[in-house]
């Protein structure tokens, strides 16, 4: 995940550099480096304060706001934020010797600079929203068109689903409802992004999650996924009541496979998932509700990855599933204790012998 984010600012701070570089010449015909340092100090703290970095509750509240309000007190905010980072950079510029403006021309700012600086970063900001939107994967394919033809690949699905909607709903009525499925998806995204999953679909109160193969078992990350979306509800439990009236308590199901993936769609494009592995997940999914086990996952995904030590998994025989000829071997999964997990060490308990 790490490596992800240092690439894609990396990314981010050559494409705000090279077009600063840009301007330079095609502007003023020389210069290129100044170009580039002024366009740094500029663009990076807008695009700063729209993923969130600085200014996270101003970002919030401004975002809240109706409109109108939104839209006037935002190029506001891009105006200051330009002129802060164009004295900073001028001053700096200017202390080093690199330039050697009048003092007063590093506090006036060009109102040329102000309409580049509305271009390049609210380019780089839609393509980040857009990428955001769709997810990070998702955005890269369609971008590069990997799956204009139909590929065959091998996938990990995670089906995650709400317990109890439909009585909440009738308690609460459907706005409310969705102000609570609102919130729960928010609570999913940091986890996925953690795990470096990628929310394939929401459909009703259920969020289908999925990952490559390899990356989703190594670390057994689709796992830890799935552990750490609970764990993180479960200690904010005192605020989901306070808003809500009630935690939210989830079933959750993991499989892998092969499968068909292709780029479908005419006006609305999207990647789609085609094969058994997904229906497979759908239905290990309605299990939890009979074997009232909350998190299940298949006995071949299973065995194709390593528990964390924290993890103990239980062996629950095979069970036949609606749509599919043959049983699948299904398996509970649990966490433990930190005292017993030293012991366990990852070990699958249950489990028939050879």
């Known amino acids: 995940m790490k490596r992800d984010v240092i690439i894609s600012w990396t990314l981010v701070v050559a494409a705000v550099a090279l077009s600063g570089v840009a301007y330079s010449m095609l502007v003023y015909g020389n210069r290129p480096l100044i170009g580039a340092i002024f366009s ?7 695009i700063a304060f729209e993923r969130r970095l600085v200014l996270p ?21 891009y105006y200051f934020l330009v002129l802060a980072g164009y004295i900073s950079g001028g001053t700096l510029l200017n202390l080093v010797g690199a330039i050697s403006a009048p003092w007063k021309e590093v506090f006036i700012l060009p ?36 799956y204009r033809k139909p590929v065959q690949e091998e996938r990990v699905f995670l089906f995650i ?3 109890g ?16 499925l609102a919130a729960l998806f928010t609570a999913l995204a940091e986890p996925v992004r953690r795990y470096r999953g990628a929310i394939d679909d929401y459909i009703g109160d259920a969020v289908i999650i999925t990952w490559p193969l390899e990356r989703g078992i190594k670390h ?42 292709a ?10 998932y085609f094969g058994d592995t997904v229906n497979t997940t ?12 909350p998190v299940l996952i298949s006995e071949e995904l299973a065995q194709r990855l390593t528990l964390p030590p924290t993890i103990n998994a239980d062996y629950l025989g095979e069970h036949a599933v609606r749509g599919r000829g043959q049983k699948i071997g299904v398996m509970s999964l649990t966490r433990v204790r930190e005292s017993a997990a030293n012991l366990l060490q990852a070990r699958i308990v249950g489990q028939p012998a050879e």
């Open 263 to 272: 780029e479908i769609g005419v006006d609305h494009h999207k990647i789609a």
């Open 57 to 77: 509750r101003f970002h919030a509240w401004l975002h809240g706001l109706s409109t109108p309000a939104f839209l006037l007190l935002s190029i506001v905010t």
């Open 220 to 261: 057994a990350r689709c796992v830890n996924c799935v552990f750490e979306i609970i764990e993180q509800i479960e200690g904010n439990s005192g605020k989901w009541i306070a808003k809500f009236g009630q935690m939210p308590r989830l079933r959750a199901a993991l499989h892998g496979g092969e499968i068909i993936t």
């Open 40 to 46: 740094l100090f500029i663009g990076m703290p807008l």
């Open 282 to 293: 759908a239905r290990l999914e309605s299990l939890c509700r009979s074997l009232e086990r």
């Open 165 to 180: 909607s439909t009585s909440f709903a009738e308690k609460h009525g459907d706005l409310r409802t969705q102000q609570f």
């Open 111 to 146: 109102w040329n600079v102000v309409i580049y600086s509305f271009v390049v970063t609210g380019t780089i900001t839609f393509m980040l929203r857009v990428r955001e939107l769709l997810g990070r994967d998702i955005f890269t394919n369609l971008l590069l068109g990997r």
């Open 161 to 163: 689903d709400l317990v």
